[in-house]
């Protein structure tokens, strides 16, 4: 087939209409057990694990006729069914109304639930019992189908079960089930001393306000308290912990015997961590088992795990060491041994091979820009390495932890599906039968961008920066071509990685379709490369960043085919805060920039992150007046277009305004452009107008100059 199809952003971009049949084709599965089931549209599949071969295991239409579902309520396909139990023949499936579990031996209906209006729901298998919202109220329907209402003065500012923190410290939810679904664990959340930010609904006949609460750095922020509602009595306790105000509860996790329940204590300043014990039943601290300190910041992300052979033993995961590695402890606090060591990081911990006693995770230990599977020995430390030694992977653990499935990509494999034991595995990985699954290059017949990566230095003259660079598929080495620098650069993010394309974004095809090279750099306050280079920022965002960049820059006017009188850049959110800070600091390098959602001063910033890494504007006035962009307005002399979601509830919309406002008064001009209703990142199609207006305007102002 000839090489010579050309991109549309309707192909490229994930809110396009052609988007789906443009990334590699994958398949879905779920663990029953040790089984291994591949789920689709008509069918569940059977999986041989050893020869790849597969069979029916459940029919659609069987499933249907077993469940006497309507017309309305017919399942359409197995993409969200479940095998909870390993040791029974039992489906979960839900619809709209209900959630039931069909015996698919028996052909019958054995269990069912209303699922009605559920919100953030949360279903234990061992008691059945689901915990969700409904109206602000936090409720739990039994496996009798009996709903229990657990608070009444739920509302906007008291939130119950649902994530608090604004989704950091590893926060995604809100309710907590014991392992025996017994008990609940969840958070409220008081924030009615929190400032309202007034978002705008502009679609009501006349515009109305519909406030967001915003904790802002050094503002009043929310307080936190954890509650337990006991099943069998009916009643709640909550944790005795202390005054709420100005601390940080995170990464909730319960004790084997489902009598302890443990918590991360984090200070407002978030340099001093405790790992704290409580009684679930009468809610009263038992022990502080684990105390990390910073001069800094420490970061907890990860609930402890107990090992399932011995519940008198858990596993924590820490940065103490420089990098994120894991340790073993007993129950009352002693570190027994570090599990894992070196100057990478576990990634993952996806769980344990229960027969050999060993714990599964990923790290990045062979390579900084890799994800790689690997099994640790409990006993000894032994780290083997169960997959083929390149690209970024992904294992999904079976029950008992014999056996994973592991979906990947390399830079030049779109993705790869194999099935493995965990223990002994062939050199390369993968099992016997060789890979399950290789995706046909959705590529296959376009004009394909060459796609690289290397590195180079930091600015600090040691330390490895990756890259990534995507050149124009007719790529002429003679000629200079508009360059345009993609940059993130901030924490728990990166760019670069051994995936499909070195993780390209598709908008960067799109780009070097249109003759540009686009130069992607990892700097130092990025993820995965440890705790001191992602420190490096502390107090001064993007003052590091920046300097490392300017490395990139420095690289980029070394090579003969960049055109260093027409380089850009572009990023969103914090890139977009970088875009700009490149911008107004080396105008003298970047003619044209486009800042998506760009923080603009970090007092404006949420409490959380914003103090992380900056102090607050009391402790920190330097530091938040040398990273502030407001002063910077009159420095602008390039193209500069800034782009915001109007209802954007992340960098609230505060920022590009009063960016907008310092370069009014200063007289400089940037343009401006808002999609009304939107939040941080442009939904579907519209995403495909966002990435048509930020293309038109490098055409406009790099590629034919101004």
């Not at 509602?229 to 990464?251: C, M, Q, S």
């Not at 009159?634 to 500069?640: H, R």
């Amino acid at each position: 087939m000839s090489q010579d199809k050309l991109f549309t952003l309707e192909d490229l971009n994930y809110g396009g209409t052609n988007y789906h049949n443009m990334t590699p084709e994958n398949k879905w599965f779920e663990w029953w057990g040790d089984e291994l089931v591949r789920l689709d549209i008509e069918g569940c599949y059977i999986v041989d694990k050893k020869t790849n071969s597969e069979k029916l295991l459940i029919g659609i239409e069987d499933i249907n006729n077993w469940a006497g579902t309507s017309d309305s309520l017919m399942f359409r396909h197995f993409y969200y069914a479940t095998f909870p139990y390993g040791d029974k023949p039992y489906v979960m499936m839900q619809n709209v109304n209900e959630r039931m579990l069909i015996d698919f031996n028996e052909h019958n209906v054995v269990w069912r639930q209303s699922c009605r209006d559920e919100n953030n729901e949360e279903w234990n298998k061992d008691s059945r019992a689901v915990a969700y919202v409904k109206d602000n109220q936090l409720y739990v329907r039994d496996s009798d189908n009996i709903e229990h209402q657990l608070s009444t003065d739920g509302s906007r500012e008291i939130v119950y079960g649902q994530s608090v923190h604004r989704d950091e410290f590893g926060i995604t939810k809100g309710t907590f089930w014991s392992n025996d679904g017994s008990k609940l664990a969840f958070y409220r959340m008081d924030q009615s001393m929190v400032t309202d930010y007034p978002q705008v609904n502009i679609d009501t006949r006349i515009a109305k306000c519909e406030p967001d609460k915003y904790p802002m750095a050094g503002e009043t922020s929310h307080k936190v308290t954890v509650g337990v509602y006991d099943l069998k009595t009916k009643e709640t306790v909550y944790l005795k912990a202390g005054d709420p105000t100005d601390r940080y509860f995170t990464n909730i996790s319960w004790s084997p015997d489902n009598k302890t329940i443990y918590i991360f204590e984090l200070n407002r300043d978030q340099n001093d961590c405790r790992l704290v014990s409580y009684d679930a039943a009468t809610g009263e601290r038992i022990a502080e088992i684990f105390r990390e300190t910073s001069e800094k910041y420490v970061e907890p992300l990860n609930p402890i795990v107990f090992l399932p052979w011995d519940n008198s033993k858990f596993i924590m995961q820490s940065q103490k060491d420089g990098y994120n590695h894991l340790y073993l402890f007993n129950k009352d606090g002693k570190q027994l041994k570090q599990l894992t060591k070196g100057n990478w990081v576990v990634m993952e911990m996806y769980g344990f091979d229960k027969k050999n006693k060993a714990v599964i995770i990923a790290a990045n230990e062979t390579n900084p820009i890799q994800k790689n599977i690997y099994s640790v020995s409990i006993s000894n430390g032994k780290m083997t390495r169960i997959d083929n030694g390149r690209g970024w992977h992904n294992a999904f653990l079976s029950e008992s932890g014999s056996w994973l499935y592991d979906n990947y990509s390399e830079p030049d494999v779109p993705r790869v599906i194999t099935i493995a034991a965990t223990k002994a595995l062939p050199p390369q990985g993968g099992q016997e039968g060789g890979a399950f699954f290789t995706s046909p290059n959705p590529w296959e017949g376009y004009q394909v961008p060459d796609f690289s990566s290397g590195t180079i230095k930091a600015a600090d003259g040691v330390t490895d920066l990756y890259y990534r660079m995507v050149k124009p598929a007719n790529f002429d080495a003679t000629k200079k071509y508009p360059t345009v620098v993609y940059v993130y650069g901030g924490p728990h993010a990166h760019n670069v990685d051994a995936r499909w394309h070195w993780c390209s974004r598709s908008w960067e095809t799109y780009m070097a379709q249109k003759g540009y090279v686009l130069f992607i750099l990892d700097n130092r306050g990025s993820e995965n490369r440890g705790r001191d280079f992602e420190q490096a920022t502390f107090r001064q965002l993007g003052q590091i960043e920046m300097e490392d960049q300017m490395k990139g820059i420095g690289f980029l006017k070394s090579l003969p085919y960049v055109d260093q009188d027409r380089i850009g850049v572009h990023g969103w959110s914090f890139g977009g805060f970088m875009t700009i800070s490149l911008m107004v600091n080396h105008p003298e390098v970047f003619k044209v920039g486009v800042a998506g959602g760009p923080v603009i001063d970090w007092k404006w910033y949420e409490v959380m992150y914003g103090e992380r890494y900056m102090d607050t504007p009391q402790t920190n006035p330097e530091g938040y007046e040398k990273t502030s962009l407001i002063s910077r307005a009159k420095d602008l002399k390039g193209k500069l277009q800034i782009i915001t979601g109007y209802n954007d509830k992340t960098v609230v919309p505060q920022h590009c305004l009063s960016f907008i406002k310092a370069c009014t008064e200063a007289g400089t001009q940037p343009d401006f452009y808002v999609y009304p209703g939107e939040p941080h990142n442009m939904r579907g199609h519209q995403s495909v107008h966002l990435h048509e207006r930020i293309t038109q305007y490098f055409e406009d102002y790099l590629k034919g100059g101004f």
